[in-house]
Nanobody
Framework: VQLVESGGGSVQAGGSLRLSCAAS????????MGWFRQAPGKEREGVAG???????YYAGSVKGRFIISQDNAKNTVYLQMNSLEPEDTAMYYC???????????????WGQGTQVTVSS
């Protein structure tokens, strides 16, 4: 399955962005879908995940601010990011994960990434 992210950009602190991850076909539903991010000089970290039943998981740093969702009719997974902070600045990646755990080493497919920059 191919994944294509979009929706990144530059915003001021407190602003919002919605990232989209479009899958090439509906086989993405066989995977646990996740959003990861990687800031310069830091390891890639899991941000949010969602399974085929719509059950969600969030990293503590984004819980209450980010919302992951999916639209099966559009083969798309979204990440709504609210109350953005400068610390959220990173490249954001969508991934299809073979195990139901939000760790990058378990990801099978990756998108190319979309940059999010939050200024103070």
């Amino acid at each position: 399955v191919q994944l294509v992210e979009s929706g990144g950009g530059s915003v001021q602190a407190g602003g919002s962005l919605r990232l989209s991850c479009a899958a090439s076909d509906d086989t993405y539903r066989n995977y646990y879908m996740g959003w990861f991010r990687q800031a310069p000089g830091k390891e890639r970290e899991g941000v949010a995940g969602i399974d085929s039943d719509g059950n969600t998981y969030y990293a503590g740093s984004v819980k209450g601010r980010f919302i992951i969702s999916q639209d099966n009719a559009k083969n798309t997974v979204y990440l709504q990011m609210n109350s953005l902070e400068p610390e959220d600045t990173a490249m954001y990646y969508c991934a299809a994960i073979w195990a139901r755990i939000l760790l990058s080493r378990y990801a099978t497919y990756w998108g190319q990434g979309t940059q999010v920059t939050v200024s103070s």
